[in-house]
Structure formats: structure tokens, C-alpha cells
């Protein structure tokens, strides 16, 4: 694989597509984006609109529109195109459709001459990367998918509210499908190091604390986002940033996104939601926590429900 030019190819110029291009932009995480799209027109009007921006930015990001084939020299290619959302309270309900456009856009992407890291953003993405990996061919550490990143910020973020404490001090990690079978591993839940069961051990303020509810909360928050204004953009923005920094800057970071286990947490061929460790060649090791028995069985249920749509794509 092939480490050059820092530039990212972004197929999908919609909501969430061009907020990741700005947020790239304005971390100032690669020195050029492209912008692919069926609507050609409206991708070349994106480009331009990001790139008047530049002189007010602090790097001089190129931005473009191109084609299939500007994925040719690309560290990474971004996808996020999907189908609408149409109201049902399931991304599962929308797999047939998007795949059928990823069917579309992932043998074009290989025509080019692609050899680099496919982040894969659309949903439902546990089904759409492991469809990716099969189409393109690329080693399982070259195709990512957001996975459970988003809900793992939503999760640090609620229980920093409760604690009134920085959710960058909380480390937890959302496991399974980026999905309604999500599941937490409260026993590795942390916060300033220290365990938050210790925490409610020796808080009596926090002993009703309902960590069902927290779950659940996470479980439905992005719904309730999608209610309120339409759509997602901001969160999963920011989230597929982290993940291309962390490819771009080598960081080495864990980050919980859906990857291909081959034995890992006793399960094999599924692309689920796990903390991994990125760099510039993709994912490089996976971090095996040890889960309680009832955090294992409900990790393995959401794995089989991921399983069990992955048949139904036929491969």
C-alpha cells in the first residue's frame, strides 16, 4: 500500500460527505480532497464553495471535484453514500437499498487503481464495510468502518454530563453493531482512572445511577438527533476525521470502529464494532478486553445480528 500525497477521496457530496470534507479542512488534516458524486454538478459546487474558504483556514487544502478515478492516488477513500433515511427507527431496514449502491461505486473505486484504506460511513455500516471488504479484495486492516466511534462519544458524553466532568476523562468504549443490539462493557468503563463502579461504590449521589437507561439513551440518541433536525452531520463528521487522522498522523490510536475479526473475542468473518488501533497502514491490532460472561453474551448477540444480515446480502 502505497503512503504519498495525503489526500482523500470523499464519494458522496451530500450532508454528511461534505461536513467531513470541511472538518478535514478545518483540522487541517490532509493537503487535498476530492469530491465524488452522481450529481457532478453539485460536487463541483461544494468544491468551490469549501475552497473559497481556504484563505481563512491555516493550511491551503486543495479542494476538487473529480471522478472514479481521481481514487487512483488517494491515501483514503471516504464512502458515505446510502440511501435516504425514510423514518423507520432501524438502519438495518435500509440495507438492501444501499447496497445496492455500494454494488455501483466500490468496483470503480478498484478500477482506478486504488490500493489505500476505504473508510466506509455508510449505513448500516457493520453490513455495508463487510460488503466493501468483499468487493474491493483489500486486506481486512484496508477497509474501516465508523462503527460504534459515534456512540462511544455519546456515551463518554452523558456520563460526563452526570458526573459534571470533561467526557475526554471518561474512557469507555461502545461494542457491536452500530445499531439498536449495541452493548457497553460497563466493567471497563473509567473515569479519571478510576472504575465507575468504584465511582458509585463510594458516591452515595450516584448509587440510582441507572446504567440501563444511560445505555438505552445511547442506543436511541442518534434518532433522536434525526427527529429533531432531519439528519446527522456533526457527530459522525467529527468522528470519521478522527478515524482519517488517526490514518494520516500514524497515532496508533484505539478507536472503536467496525473491523474484520478473525478469531478476536471468539468470532470470526463479521465486521462489528471493537476498539482498534489505527496507523497509516489501517488497522494494525485489535484490543481484546476481558468481558464479564453477561457482557459477552450480549456482545455475541449483537454479532449474530449483524451475522444474520450479512446472509441475507447473498455472497
Same mark, same amino acid.
Given at each position: 500500500m502505497?503512503?504519498?500525497?495525503?489526500?482523500v477521496? $470523499?464519494?458522496?457530496?451530500?450532508?454528511?460527505g461534505?461536513t467531513?470534507?470541511?472538518?478535514?479542512?478545518?483540522?487541517?488534516?490532509?493537503a487535498?480532497i476530492?469530491?465524488i458524486?452522481i450529481?457532478? +454538478?453539485?460536487?463541483s459546487?461544494?468544491?468551490?464553495?469549501l475552497?473559497?474558504g481556504?484563505?481563512?483556514c491555516?493550511?491551503?487544502?486543495?479542494?476538487?471535484?473529480?471522478n472514479y478515478?481521481?481514487? #487512483?492516488?488517494?491515501?483514503?477513500?471516504? *464512502?458515505?453514500?446510502?440511501?435516504?433515511?425514510?423514518?423507520?427507527l432501524?438502519?438495518?431496514?435500509?440495507?438492501?437499498?444501499?447496497?445496492?449502491?455500494?454494488k455501483?461505486?466500490?468496483p470503480n473505486i478498484?478500477?482506478s487503481?486504488?490500493?489505500?484504506? *476505504?473508510?466506509?460511513?455508510s449505513?448500516?455500516v457493520?453490513?455495508?464495510?463487510?460488503l466493501v471488504h468483499?468487493?474491493s479484495?483489500?486486506?481486512k486492516?484496508?477497509?474501516?468502518?465508523?462503527?460504534t466511534?459515534?456512540?462511544t462519544?455519546?456515551? #463518554?458524553?452523558?456520563?460526563?454530563e452526570i458526573?459534571?466532568?470533561?467526557p475526554r476523562n471518561?474512557e469507555?468504549?461502545?461494542?457491536?453493531?452500530?445499531?439498536?443490539?449495541?452493548t +457497553?462493557?460497563w466493567?471497563?468503563?473509567?473515569?479519571s482512572?478510576k472504575?465507575?463502579?468504584e465511582?458509585?461504590?463510594?458516591?452515595?449521589e450516584?448509587?440510582?445511577?441507572?446504567?440501563?437507561? $444511560?445505555?438505552?439513551?445511547?442506543?436511541k440518541?442518534g434518532?433522536d438527533?434525526?427527529g429533531?433536525?432531519?439528519?446527522?452531520q456533526?457527530?459522525?463528521?467529527s468522528?470519521a476525521?478522527? $478515524?482519517?487522522?488517526a490514518?494520516?498522523?500514524?497515532?496508533?490510536k484505539a478507536?472503536?470502529?467496525?473491523?474484520?475479526?478473525?478469531g478476536?473475542?471468539?468470532?470470526k468473518?463479521?465486521?462489528c464494532?471493537?476498539?482498534?488501533?489505527?496507523?497509516r497502514?489501517?488497522v494494525?491490532?485489535?484490543?481484546?478486553?476481558h468481558?464479564?460472561?453477561?457482557?459477552?453474551?450480549?456482545f455475541?448477540?449483537?454479532?449474530?445480528v449483524?451475522?444474520e444480515?450479512i446472509?441475507?446480502l447473498?455472497?
Amino acid at each position: 500500500m502505497r503512503i504519498s500525497r495525503n489526500k482523500v477521496a $470523499i464519494i458522496g457530496a451530500g450532508v454528511v460527505g461534505t461536513t467531513i470534507a470541511y472538518s478535514l479542512v478545518l483540522q487541517e488534516v490532509c493537503a487535498e480532497i476530492t469530491l465524488i458524486d452522481i450529481n457532478e +454538478v453539485k460536487a463541483s459546487g461544494e468544491a468551490m464553495d469549501l475552497q473559497h474558504g481556504i484563505e481563512y483556514c491555516g493550511r491551503n487544502t486543495k479542494i476538487t471535484a473529480g471522478n472514479y478515478m481521481d481514487c #487512483k492516488d488517494a491515501e483514503i477513500v471516504v *464512502i458515505t453514500a446510502s440511501a435516504p433515511y425514510s423514518g423507520e427507527l432501524d438502519r438495518l431496514q435500509m440495507m438492501d437499498k444501499t447496497a445496492n449502491i455500494i454494488k455501483s461505486i466500490v468496483p470503480n473505486i478498484m478500477e482506478s487503481g486504488f490500493d489505500g484504506i *476505504i473508510v466506509v460511513v455508510s449505513n448500516p455500516v457493520d453490513i455495508i464495510s463487510y460488503l466493501v471488504h468483499h468487493l474491493s479484495g483489500l486486506p481486512k486492516s484496508q477497509v474501516i468502518g465508523t462503527g460504534t466511534a459515534l456512540e462511544t462519544a455519546r456515551l #463518554k458524553q452523558h456520563i460526563g454530563e452526570i458526573l459534571n466532568i470533561d467526557p475526554r476523562n471518561v474512557e469507555a468504549f461502545v461494542f457491536g453493531e452500530h445499531g439498536d443490539s449495541l452493548t +457497553v462493557p460497563w466493567s471497563h468503563v473509567r473515569v479519571s482512572g478510576k472504575n465507575l463502579m468504584e465511582i458509585i461504590r463510594d458516591n452515595p449521589e450516584y448509587s440510582d445511577l441507572d446504567l440501563k437507561k $444511560i445505555e438505552e439513551s445511547t442506543r436511541k440518541a442518534g434518532f433522536d438527533v434525526l427527529g429533531k433536525k432531519g439528519n446527522t452531520q456533526y457527530g459522525i463528521a467529527s468522528v470519521a476525521t478522527g $478515524i482519517i487522522s488517526a490514518i494520516l498522523r500514524d497515532e496508533y490510536k484505539a478507536i472503536p470502529v467496525s473491523t474484520y475479526l478473525d478469531g478476536e473475542y471468539g468470532v470470526k468473518d463479521v465486521f462489528c464494532g471493537v476498539p482498534a488501533i489505527l496507523n497509516r497502514y489501517g488497522v494494525v491490532d485489535i484490543v481484546e478486553l476481558h468481558l464479564t460472561e453477561e457482557e459477552t453474551e450480549r456482545f455475541d448477540n449483537s454479532v449474530n445480528v449483524i451475522k444474520e444480515n450479512i446472509e441475507k446480502l447473498g455472497l
